[in-house]
Structure formats: C-alpha cells, structure tokens
C-alpha cells in the first residue's frame, strides 16, 4: 500500500515536473480596442513563475486562460511579475499590438524573473527606459538587500502618448514576500528613484507589493514625493472607498480575503475606476494572483 502511495505522489510531481514539456498551443489573439482618447487602461497581473510543484496549476495548464486575460481586457498598457524571458517572447507573439520593455534581474538582461511593461504599438512611443534593483546599489544587477533571498527589481518605462502628445512614466515592481523591512525600504528607494527622474510628467506605479495599504511599507509612499509635492493615489481606495476591499492573492482557492497587495497607484492624474478580475477561465485559475485593473486620465 505504501509502495503504491509512493507511485501515485511521484507520478503527480512528474506530471507537474514535464508540465513544461506540453505547453498549450495558443493561437495568436486580436485585440479588440476601444478604450477612450483621454483614458488610459492599465492593468497589472503576477502570473505565477512557471513551477513543477504547482502540478496541475503549472504554467502549461493555465497559459491560456492568462493570454484569455490579457486579450479579453484589451488594456493600453500593462505590467507583469514572475515571468521569464522565454513568456515576455510569446506573449508578444500572440499579442503582437504590444510592444514592451524588460530585463532580467539577475543580469539586467535576460537572465532571471522580469517584471515587464507591455504598451499599445498603435498608441505609445519609448522615449525612454531602465531598471533598478531594490538594494544599497539600485544599479547593480542581482544585488538585493539584506536578509532577502533573490535581488527585487523594478522596470520603467517614459512614454509619449500618441494620440494626445502626453508623456508620462510607468513602474513595474514586484517587491520581497518575506522580510517586511526590505519592503519598507524597497518603497522608500522607490519615491527616491521617481524623485530623480528627468521630467516632471506624471507617473503610475503597478506591480505586486506582497503588502496591504495599512502596512507601514507605505507610509513613504502614502507621501509627498522629495520636492516635487506629488500626490500618489491609489486607484483602487480612490473609487472604490465604499465597498469591500477584493483580497488578490488567493494561491489557487479563489478566495478574496486575504488582502489585496497587488496595486496600481497614479501621480498626476485621477482614477475613473479600478476592479480586480477574479474566477476561472475554462475551469483554470490564470494565476494564483487576480489581474487589478484601473482606468485612469492624466493631467
């Protein structure tokens, strides 16, 4: 009985270790656009690192229920943790609307976890990009701070808006689940590496915090910017004060009350509405993480 036991969990962790092996065909998408000339979509999704001990929840078996995400809400720009350089290539693949910015935290390049921004071809212009790590040297590939386990990154990128001649910048982060001090720190560096910025255009901030907004790794943030006296807002509290916050990580179950700590935060411009995208697509969890969505206008 033990013996057969044994078969039955070995065969499950090979099913989920091969899982990567059996990728699903996944047909290019067209994006139906039609969001307004003054409103900018913007979304932000931690889609999970691709891991052989999820088994059934690994990568292979939920890509296409996130590529479903990614198409069916047809967002301007958005931004996206735990993916690696091989999942930035086939998203624009299948999403060829978008073009991005990206780099790997281990070597800048393409070594490593990314957090990537994903922006409409048709609508926006690069003027500018960059990464920073989370650490005494924010320079510095792979480098972190003290008492983490992998280096912490955020990416950027400045934009011209196209339609409207507006330029603005857009961070991606994804901050340490484990050690809250880093955390707080991270967001400090955070509002030092926004102060410093070229320009004085508006800025939103998206990624996954690993940290509610009452923990203190906000109050820097929840703060005017150096000299600059810039507000952040938090899209989400902004239109939704009124109503239930929706927890965004769920691992898999679902459920929604175990804090929202993926955000997305606007400086020079004002929310329209924000919701968080929760259920199933074809029976598949996309992430072990809901999308956040918010619409926002800038100054």
């Known amino acids: 009985m033990k013996k057969l036991m044994l078969m039955c969990l070995m065969g499950m962790f090979l099913i989920g270790l091969f899982g990567c092996m059996e990728?699903?065909?996944?047909?290019?998408?067209?994006?139906?656009?039609?969001?307004?000339?003054?409103?900018?979509?913007?979304?932000?999704?931690?889609?999970?690192?691709?891991?052989?001990?999820?088994?059934?929840?690994?990568?292979?078996?939920?890509?296409?229920?996130?590529?479903?995400?990614?198409?069916?809400?047809?967002?301007?720009?958005?931004?996206?943790?735990?993916?690696?350089?091989?999942?930035?290539?086939?998203?624009?693949?299948?999403l060829p609307q978008y073009s991005y910015y990206t780099a790997g935290r281990k070597d800048g390049k393409k070594k490593g976890e990314m957090c990537p921004i994903f922006y409409r071809k048709d609508r926006f212009k690069q003027l500018n990009c960059g990464t920073f790590w989370f650490s005494k040297n924010p320079i510095k590939p792979n480098s972190k701070y003290g008492g983490t386990i992998f280096p912490r990154i955020s990416s950027w990128v400045y934009l011209e808006d196209m339609w409207?001649?507006?330029?603005?910048?857009?961070?991606?982060?994804?901050?340490?689940?484990?050690?809250?001090?880093?955390?707080?720190?991270?967001?400090?560096?955070?509002?030092?590496?926004?102060?410093?910025?070229?320009?004085?255009?508006?800025?939103?901030?998206?990624?996954?915090?690993?940290?509610?907004?009452?923990?203190?790794?906000?109050?820097?943030?929840?703060?005017?910017?150096?000299?600059?006296?810039?507000?952040?807002?938090?899209?989400?509290?902004?239109?939704?004060?009124d109503k239930k916050e929706i927890g965004t990580r769920h691992l898999f179950t679902g459920k929604t009350n175990w804090g929202k700590i993926d955000h997305i935060f606007v400086s020079g411009g004002t929310a329209i509405d924000c919701n968080v995208i929760t259920g199933k697509i074809e029976g598949k969890w996309p992430s072990d993480h809901f999308p956040v969505i918010s619409r926002v206008k800038l100054n």
């Open 164 to 241: 409207n001649g507006k330029k603005f910048y857009v961070y991606n982060l994804h901050l340490d689940p484990f050690n809250g001090n880093a955390r707080k720190k991270s967001v400090k560096l955070l509002t030092k590496q926004i102060a410093l910025r070229k320009t004085r255009d508006p800025f939103i901030i998206m990624g996954d915090f690993n940290a509610t907004l009452n923990s203190s790794a906000f109050d820097s943030l929840l703060k005017p910017v150096g000299e600059l006296g810039l507000k952040f807002v938090d899209t989400w509290q902004a239109v939704n004060s």
């Open 23 to 94: 990728s699903q065909v996944v047909q290019m998408r067209n994006i139906d656009f039609s969001n307004s000339h003054d409103e900018i979509k913007v979304m932000t999704f931690n889609t999970r690192v691709a891991s052989p001990i999820d088994l059934g929840n690994n990568w292979p078996f939920r890509e296409k229920a996130a590529y479903t995400i990614l198409e069916s809400q047809a967002a301007d720009i958005f931004g996206l943790q735990e993916v690696k350089n091989n999942q930035v290539e086939k998203v624009v693949r299948i």
